[in-house]
């Protein structure tokens, strides 16, 4: 069973720090990984998707993928209240149709102003 | 607005009775994905479509539930003599191309069983 993997949280930090989110992910031949951010009673919107090892930076937003530790992470910088939500990693898993993201249960963010 | 629309956003219904939940994709997109949120759990895959093909239906409930996306019109969801269990949000998203290509969600439906 393929799964992915993530903190539930909650995760707590004051605003205008870092927040770490975390996420690791069974299928080693996956190649494409999606953030998405679900506030509550909301859809997931899209934050950034990443394909390649290193970081991938948008805004305040950055992204760290490590294929050989099947790890990928996502940084946000000056964390703002706005940015409490729960954070979604999602990876379609290698063979098939791929289009079955797999996602994790999500890791529910709280900034403190 | 060009993104991926849901309707009805709400939907109530009496166990045993039909529910169709509809997703019209982003313009210009052809792949169709639905999921399935129960209350404080993940979002897990159901199906994915393509214009009157069913790509991948691995998630699918083999009895009461059907998906189609026709040639022309939205695509639609059908839960047949619902059940308290069937109770969710059901999220569709589109992407331009197919397989592992980025996924864009739509509002959901937000179904009641009573």
């Known amino acids: 069973q393929k799964e992915v993997e993530q903190n539930s949280g909650p995760l707590s930090v004051p605003e205008g720090a870092i927040a770490s989110l975390n996420c690791t992910y069974s299928?080693?031949?996956?190649?494409?990984f999606f953030w998405y951010r679900q506030y509550s009673g909301k859809s997931p919107e899209l934050i950034m998707s990443?394909?390649?090892?290193g970081d991938k930076e948008d805004g305040r937003f950055t992204a760290q993928l490590n294929k050989a530790s099947q790890y990928v992470s996502l940084l946000i910088r000056d964390s703002q209240p706005s940015d409490s939500a729960t954070y979604l990693c999602?990876?379609?898993?290698?063979?098939?149709?791929?289009?079955?993201?797999?996602f994790g249960k999500g890791t529910k963010l709280s900034v403190k102003p | 607005n060009a993104g991926v629309m849901q309707n009805p956003r709400h939907l109530v219904r009496r166990r045993g009775q039909e529910a169709r939940l509809r997703c019209s994709p982003m313009?210009?997109?052809?792949?169709v994905y639905w999921y399935r949120q129960l209350p404080e759990e993940g979002l897990k895959f159901m199906v994915y479509?393509?214009?009157?093909?069913?790509?991948?239906e691995s998630g699918m409930p083999k009895e009461r539930f059907s998906a189609e996306f026709p040639k022309e019109g939205p695509s639609i969801l059908r839960i047949q003599q619902v059940v308290r269990g069937d109770s969710a949000a059901y999220f569709c998203a589109s992407s331009l191309t197919s397989g592992a290509d980025t996924q864009y969600f739509g509002p959901g439906t937000r179904l009641t069983v009573l």
């Open positions: 999602a990876v379609p898993p290698s063979g098939g149709s791929q289009g079955n993201l797999i």
């Open positions: 479509l393509q214009k009157e093909n069913i790509i991948d």
């Open positions: 313009k210009g997109h052809s792949h």
């Open positions: 299928d080693r031949g996956s190649q494409s």
């Open positions: 990443i394909y390649s090892n």
